[in-house]
């Protein structure tokens, strides 16, 4: 939509509190193929990722926006009498479920970790079973896990619909990277509580970029006061 200048619907930035085109290309580039190019923070899933239901709950997708002359499959529902920018059709998830999914640690070891956790040939996404009792709540800037029992936690990694950044802290257990996406393993609180702390380097890549914006703008102001003059 951004490249045919019909943006009416804007893309979120999975609530990091600091982004810029260096930490996108850090966070995002791990779990979708294809996504190596710099500036081209684009993660544009496989029509077979978005037609498989194993991942739409996973993801916690809610609605899609699809061309009008391409068909819809079964993890989605026609909202009828609906377009954005006069072209795309809007499809409902037919299925919500905001449990927590998982799989056993001993499993989370190369080569699975290290392949793109979202793509059609993912050997993540078929091994992740809901855990009963859960629930995941995705709140910029922090995500949530509620855990009825811990134990049920004990020997599991809770994989998290989140690109993975050594940026990510958690109040209990540790994060590992699970093929791109956030991983918590060794939990042992009800409530698990994840923050986004943006590190040095992100820090200072920012901070940099900001500086050069304000020294451009100077340098513009001062070369039309210079003109001005003559």
Not at 186 to 196: C, I, K, N, P, S
Request: net charge negative.
């Amino acid at each position: 939509m951004r490249d045919a200048r019909m943006p009416s619907t804007e893309f979120a930035d999975a609530g990091y509190l600091l982004v810029t085109a260096w930490t996108k290309q850090r966070t995002m580039r791990g779990f979708i193929d294809n996504n190596s190019v710099l500036f081209n923070q684009t993660t544009e899933l496989s029509a077979r990722v978005l037609c498989d239901a194993r991942a739409i709950p996973f993801l916690q997708l809610r609605y899609l926006l699809r061309p009008a002359d391409v068909e819809t499959c079964a993890p989605w529902s026609r909202v009828p009498d609906v377009l954005v920018d006069g072209r795309f059709e809007v499809d409902v998830a037919r299925e919500v479920d905001d449990r927590i999914r998982a799989l056993p640690v001993a499993r989370l070891a190369e080569p699975l970790s290290r392949k793109p956790a979202l793509t059609a040939e993912s050997e993540l996404l078929p091994a992740l079973a809901p855990l009963a009792g859960t629930t995941l709540v995705i709140e910029p800037p922090t995500i949530v896990l509620q855990l009825d029992d811990p134990s049920t936690a004990g020997g599991q990694a809770l994989v998290l619909p989140v690109a993975y950044d050594a940026a990510w802290r958690t109040s209990s257990g540790q994060v590992r990277d699970a093929g791109g996406l956030l991983a918590v393993v060794d939990v042992e609180q009800a409530q698990v509580v994840l923050t986004f702390v943006p590190d040095f380097v992100a820090m200072s890549r920012a901070f940099a970029m900001t500086l050069g914006q304000v020294l451009a703008l100077g340098g513009i102001l001062g070369l039309a006061y210079v003109g001005r003059g003559r």
